[in-house]
T-cell receptor, first 114, second 114 residues
């Protein structure tokens, strides 16, 4: 199995710009999660998909954030009108219902907002 | 409310020493799941172990061992005969459902010096 992949690995943008990140889960994993990790902290949950349905959203996911998983495969996370406080590592994880439901993480996208 | 506390921010040991990373959790659920992940300098979170709340057996995997004690709400991780390659940030996490989002501690940075 290839692992979870994320693109891009790094993104530098100016405040006010929109950015979009992509996550490709492990093949046959029907669940996909987005987390955000800031320096010196553990990852914090943002949102979760089962197939194409977005089942849960954290209060951290402000109106400027939107996530999609249109065909139940890859997912995108868009941040509109970026702010310096959005600078973080955005992590994607996937899992499948096999009795363990273990989440496997991708390498992350590091966002820097100038 | 759910919470994971990793009181040790940083630990430094010399190669071949044993080291224990502490994890204390809070949850009101009687069924929950505990995890340990490793985050090396490359940044990708690597799954180490998943434990169900109804399985209090300790586990050993090579140089790694885990001690789960419901009475003290702790899930500690011991590395025996540490190696330089063990240097990383280690996260303990909690989930209250098999497919639920993970609640992470702030992590413990382990430095193993030669």
């Amino acid at each position: 199995d290839t692992g979870v992949s994320q693109d891009p690995r790094h993104k530098i943008t100016k405040r006010g710009q929109n950015v979009t990140f992509r996550c490709d889960p492990i093949s046959e994993h029907n669940r996909l999660y987005w987390y955000r990790q800031t320096l010196g902290q553990g990852p914090e949950f943002l949102t979760y998909f089962q197939n194409e349905a977005q089942l849960e959203k954290s209060r951290l996911l402000s109106d400027r954030f939107s996530a999609e998983r249109p065909k139940g495969s890859f997912s995108t996370l868009e941040i509109q009108r970026t702010e310096q406080g959005d600078s973080a590592m955005y992590l994607c994880a996937s899992s499948k219902r096999d009795g363990t439901d273990t989440q496997y993480f991708g390498p992350g996208t590091r966002l820097t907002v100038l | 409310a759910q919470k994971v506390t990793q009181a040790q921010t940083e630990i430094s040991v010399v190669e071949k020493e044993d080291v224990t990373l502490d994890c204390v959790y809070e949850t009101r659920d009687t069924t929950y799941y505990l995890f340990w992940y490793k985050q090396p300098p490359s940044g990708e979170l690597v799954f180490l172990i998943r434990r169900n709340s109804f399985d209090e057996q300790n586990e050993i995997s090579g140089r790694y061992s885990w001690n789960f004690q419901k009475s003290t709400s702790s899930f500690n991780f011991t590395i025996t005969a540490s190696q330089v390659v063990d240097s990383a940030v280690y996260f303990c996490a909690l989930s209250e459902a098999p497919e639920g989002n993970l609640i992470f501690g702030k992590g413990t940075k382990l430095s193993v010096k030669p």
